[in-house]
């Protein structure tokens, strides 16, 4: 191939390399031409292949080109384009399973979350509507006198909360020992 046919700025640099090939040449040329990037450095070779290649396309089966623009078209792989697609379909369906994994999760979590919310609003509402809520508060076992009954007492009001029937331990309190057997027996407050 000619090497001088399509020169339009020699340049004397030595060992560069072509944009193109990648081939390290003496002296590369730079191209401009409509649909060609200003200043690429090309070979002789490859600046006469795009000379033509451009002359080619102006003008295309008597049509003359209007504009450029780029779209969406299929383009065959190289070996290893294909190779590192292939790959990463194999690895997809581990990653699509995990990330549902995590949706789950997340989903649980915030229906977890809304449970939380609405249990708190029924329970403020009744709080809010009793004007009370339940606390912890200090109580004692009082006999009920001349009978095996005892009473719960909240000491903060000194009120009664319940009386029932006391529990064997406490019979065993406050019965004289021959007595227990037939309290534990009979179950039902014998002496009230
Ligand atoms: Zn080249």
Known sequence: ???????????????QRCDDCGKPVDMTMQISAPGSKPGAKLCADCF???????????IRNGRERLSTHVELLP????????????????NIESEISAEDERHAQMKAELK????????????????VSQ??????VEVAVYQVPNSHSVEIVRLD???????RE???????????????????????DPAA
Not at 131 to 136: A, L, V
């Open 112 to 127: 977890a979350g809304m449970t939380r919310l609405v249990s708190e609003r029924s329970r403020l509402a009744v709080i």
């Open 48 to 58: 006469e292949k795009r000379g033509k290649k451009i002359a080619s396309e102006i």
């Open 166 to 188: 006391m529990t064997k331990e406490e019979l065993q309190m406050v019965l004289p020992l021959g007595e227990l057997g037939a309290a534990n027996s009979g179950g039902d």
């Open 131 to 136: 004007k009370s809520e339940p606390r912890n």
């Open 1 to 15: 191939m000619s090497s001088k046919k399509a020169v339009k700025k020699p340049e004397t640099k030595t060992k």
């Open 75 to 90: 383009v065959s792989l190289t070996t290893e384009e294909l190779l590192a697609r292939s790959d990463r379909l194999a």
């Open 157 to 163: 009001f000194n009120q009664i909360v319940r009386t």
